[in-house]
């Protein structure tokens, strides 16, 4: 191997590396690494790629049940949904890249999401999107916005996939630090789930997709650094995503999965070539020998670093069976994508790579994965917030309710949902603006429910209520739809770890999900940390995502929020006791962020929840809606709005009670005769419901109170976001 | 009735309305033979259906591609010949471009993408495509698309409305009540949402008709369309 | 040998693209801003050293596939050192 | 006045319609194309009559809203007859 010069400490601190780990280098490698070696060690030990401060917690969450075929640790996570098919599904954040350029960054975030799922034999059938911005008011949020809308509609719509649901926020807390977190399912035959470690000594290994080119080389070691103002000066790794050439990789992957040709197969995401390849091998207990120059270049005068380094998108890395590389390449030709042998399968336990034959890497695959530094980080529990006094209404509760559905937390996400195709692949049953989205399982007569969730100043004021909350919420909008819940995927978002209040935050947030997740019966299958997400030491509220899907036997029978019928009783289902601290009506119309969260009971939410999934499976009620922000009555106003039929509301003249987000609560509707019966199965089951009103006309009433016209209330509900976006 | 699908690379439309012209036959989707753009020969066939998506990425211009590729020589022959082709979203995009229909389809007038339902009108019910509507009927049928504002110029338009050429118009739908929709989705002139060539034997439409073709997943005022078609074509 | 054609929209053709930046720079203050036109800029690299040739085969690409004729113009560029 | 200003992606930046480009051209035929990539050009009708001042204000412009400085390099070209 060529001598270089001596490493020098400038050069491992750019590379992100503490002297600890640089230590742990030598004596992995027995000498000084080059810089080659060096670039492949800083990104396998980066916090992206090595989880190196949440691993220790990661472990504590619960990924197993009986129907779960494959949990954290593969691209994705796989679950049994019978009739012999899989759902493989992911979320994924691609933050710092999207506040850098939103377009690209979020639309290359939707690329690599979708090769996370189709690596392992899934045909993507939805994506969803997560997305946390700045305050309104913020000079940039307008900007961000509306790149990352059209960029994850620009990708997903030019791939095909339908983006089916989501969520958006606003918070000061994002102004220097949005998240941007898309989440992909697919669907895929139960006995061909395809993996990555690779196996059969002097099989080829072979490379397909785009061209490797300069793109965002440090990108995995940038996703892990807080941002400062040198980071406008790192805009040029900024990756430009090409949904046309990921269309042409899903269907020749899909074309090459049918054939019995795949060993092993791995896109390439973070961390590129060397990722994945370190991967395969560290998974199959091989050794992997690469020739550069094979790799397709699309720049003159790539250096092994770079091309090792280089996180050019749109890219795969699959073991091959021997003698197919012919059939193979002319399914990857007729998709006219580069193919190449670029090295093969080894029994030395090595990864090597070389140069016109000379090895210009060398380094032992298992140390370099197992070796990699493991963090127990400090954290420190924050003090458990105050208890909020009294609440005085600062006006009626009409008003109140306009002021809260035409604002920025709960005005209608239209603007962005019309921007995405929902509708393609024919199988959208239940499109945005639901609960949960439904997606028919394609040439069935069952349906994917999935839902995304997260409510962040929960998670602030309360870390471990808040995570428990998140889980509960994604099983809650599941449950809503009458589906069943099955699995969850998260993608956990926080600022520094190695400020022990934050990690108190994560510690806290990943214990409450871990409590939710095994008290619903709904493990955690993949997963995905964003650390660091920090401007200026001021870190984002901590963000738990969670990707949930669960399973509707029967397409038919589901239910949805709009109210179908006049006449209608409407039944609110779960305790009501009022709770206003950290709500969305104390937020915005009060300006205080006080008071804990609310509490969440998992034994309550989850015989509440099987109680409301009985009611549908068993045909009685075909109207339901969860209660999130806002309350009861924001609940109930957005029924009232999505099926044009008003509501006569009649409860306790109390904000508390019409604002208030107590967990564990439905609304739902059915014919008036059907009412008693429910009431009473509810009383059997142990389950708080109580009639709160009655469906028909056009206004919404609070008993003794003036009405408002659906019409008005969603004219305002509908227009803040795009009046907001064009008023620039 | 023999109908044939072209696929484009980056078609992606192209099982959506295998499936539902398969259902309009009464078959199995293989019912529907599927042709790769790149095939120069096509064999004789009754439809041919050019499906939405974002061939070649809609780059350079949104169908320009497509309409050159090998196949598309077929496709003009055949068309010559008088067999009916139906061009949805993308394929209405490439049919402008290989020069079987007349016009262009610029960016939409907001320039963002757009995935609703619209309402179009029946303009022409004397055609294979259309004759199970009646004249004036309103539709309701999701758009997807980034670049589907038509246009033309203003003397070809008006011959183009001489020859009866125009299929279909947006226009608001007495069941609209979603805030903030203007009938015309993209800004097409005149109001355009289709238009059919001289004869009447190609038609090019934004919207999509198969996803219009099942109860289950966004309505069934589409169907009419693929069956009419199988019926006349039988 | 490199190439450039610039790709304009025909004169009363709409540009949504155009229009749309014209009311931004208004909206960001730039004032005395008249029509705005966006077309388009494609640079492609030649095997072929002679210019006539060249100039003969660009044209050729415009008419087939670069520019739609109905409503783009096109003008060729050739840098030959 | 009249101003031109070409946009082009940076060296080294992924562009997806120039690759796509060069693809096509091939299928169709064309051989010795090397390299693609696509650009904007946008035009502008601009009140101001001094040279020096309009070039200023297009850089604002370039610099604000035209070009979109993470991944594109911007030349203007000015036309004052
Ligand atoms: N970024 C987005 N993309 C697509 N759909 C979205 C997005 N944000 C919100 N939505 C949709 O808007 C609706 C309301 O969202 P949200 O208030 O978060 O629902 P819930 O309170 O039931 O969780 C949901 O159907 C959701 O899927
Ligand atoms: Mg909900």
Known sequence: MSTEANITPAQIAEHGLTDEEYQTILSVMGRQPNLTELGIFSVMWSEHCSYKSSKFWLKTLPTEAPWVICGPGENAGVVDIGEGKAAIFKMESHNHPSFIEPYQGAATGVGGILRDVFTMGARPIANMNALRFGAPEDAKTRHLVSGVVAGVGGYGNCVGVPTVGGEVNFDPAYNGNILVNAMTVGLADADRIFYSAAAGIGNSVVYVGSKTGRDGIHGATMASTEFDDTTEEKRPTVQVGDPFTEKLLIEACLELMATDTIVAIQDMGAAGLTCSSVEMADKGGVGFDLDIDKVPQRELGMTPYEVMLSESQERMLIVLRPGTEAQAEAIFDKWQLDFAVVGHVTDTGRFTGRLDGEVVFDIPVRPLVEESPEYERPWTQAEAPASLGPVTAPMAHIPALQALLSGPDLSSRRWVWEQYDHTVMADTVRKPGGDAAIVRIHGSNRGLAIATDCTPRYCRAEPHAGGAQAVAEVWRNITAVGARPLAVTDCLNFGNPERPEIMGEFVGCIKGMGEACRALDFPVVSGNVSLYNETHGKAILPTPAIGGIGILDELETHADLALRREGDSLILIGATEGHLGQSIYLRQLLGRSEGPAPKVDLTVERRNGDFVRGLIAGGQIDTCHDLSDGGLLVAAAEMAMAGDIGLALMGDDDAGFWFGEDQARYLIALPKTGADSVLQQAKDAGVPARVIGSSGGETLTLEGGTPISLTELRRGHEAWLPDYMQNG | MKASVIVFPGSNCDRDVQVALADAIGGTPDAVDMVWHGDREMAKTDLIVLPGGFSYGDYLRSGAMSARSPVMREVIAQAEQGVAVLGICNGFQILTEAGLLPGALLRNSDLKFVCRDVHIRVENSQTPFTNAYEAGQTLRIPVAHHDGQYFVEADELAGMRDQDQIAFRYCTGDDDREANHTANPNGSIDDIAGVFNKRKTVLGLMPHPERAADATHGGTDGRAMLSSLVSALA | ?81
Do not use: W
Request: glycine share 10%.
């Open chain 3, 1 to 81: 040998m490199k190439a450039r054609v610039h790709i304009s929209l025909k004169n009363g053709v709409l540009d949504p693209q155009g229009k749309a930046i014209g009311l931004t720079l208004g909206n960001l203050g730039f004032e005395g801003v008249g029509e705005v036109r966006q077309g388009k800029l494609i640079e492609l690299d030649l095997d072929e050293a002679d210019a006539a040739a060249a100039r003969k085969s660009v044209e050729a690409m415009c008419e087939k596939l670069l520019a739609n004729t109905v409503i783009e113009n096109y003008t060729i560029e050739l840098d030959d050192n």
